[in-house]
């Protein structure tokens, strides 16, 4: 998959600027699709070039311009096409910590300890950002009520895999805390 399609879903929310595609990117997307905003600049340019979404500059007065970007009918058809299409093979999962983890055992546990307790905090830190957006989606409504009338609710949908994801981070984090502070020689 190409960010192209990251793009084009991202845009089925309504028009926005680039500044706001790459919020949503870091909120929205992060755990299963990851973006420079460079990158996202390059592929906002493609996408207008080929036709699948549109731009238009919005003129300000003590800011810079900014375009704004919306969905073409094409760019909803070759979104809707992706869609259809079965998944060529699951993910793989890539992590240098894993790596370090699976080298740690001949050296002094206190380096692996704070690398895993950084990632515990980054965890805790979009499972705060996920709840935020997850309030922010229900509106006071219960999850039953929103599933049942929302208009889309694949963006609630992907949010429900990164809660679940940060989740399994924050409780694998604690395990390994617990493991590596048991096997720490006592100064």
Excluded: H
Excluded at 21 to 49: G, H, I, M
Excluded at 64 to 72: D, G, I, S, Y
Excluded at 84 to 111: C, F, H, N, T, Y
Aim: charged share 30%; with cysteine; glycine share 6%.
């Amino acid at each position: 998959m190409s960010l192209k399609y990251a793009v084009l879903a991202a845009l089925l929310e309504g028009e926005a600027s680039g500044y706001e595609l790459s919020k949503v990117f870091d909120v929205s997307f992060a755990n299963f699709w990851a973006s420079t905003p460079q990158q996202l600049y390059r592929e906002l340019e493609r996408l207008t070039q080929d036709g699948l979404i549109e731009a238009r500059l919005v003129q300000q007065e003590r800011r810079p311009n900014k375009r704004m970007f919306t969905l073409t009918e094409a760019g909803r058809e070759e979104l809707g096409s992706f869609a259809a299409e079965p998944v060529r093979r699951p993910a793989a999962m890539r992590d240098e910590l894993m790596i370090k983890i699976q080298a740690m055992d001949d050296s002094d546990p206190g380096p692996t300890i704070a690398l895993i307790e950084e990632r515990l905090s980054w965890a805790l830190g979009k499972l705060a950002r996920y709840e935020r957006v997850r309030d922010r989606l229900l509106a006071g409504r219960t999850e039953e009520d929103y599933l049942r009338e929302a208009d889309r609710v694949g963006p609630y949908l992907t949010l429900l895999a990164g809660i679940a994801y940060e989740e399994e981070n924050r409780r694998w984090c604690e395990r390994v805390l617990t493991v590596l502070r048991q096997r720490a020689p006592l100064s």
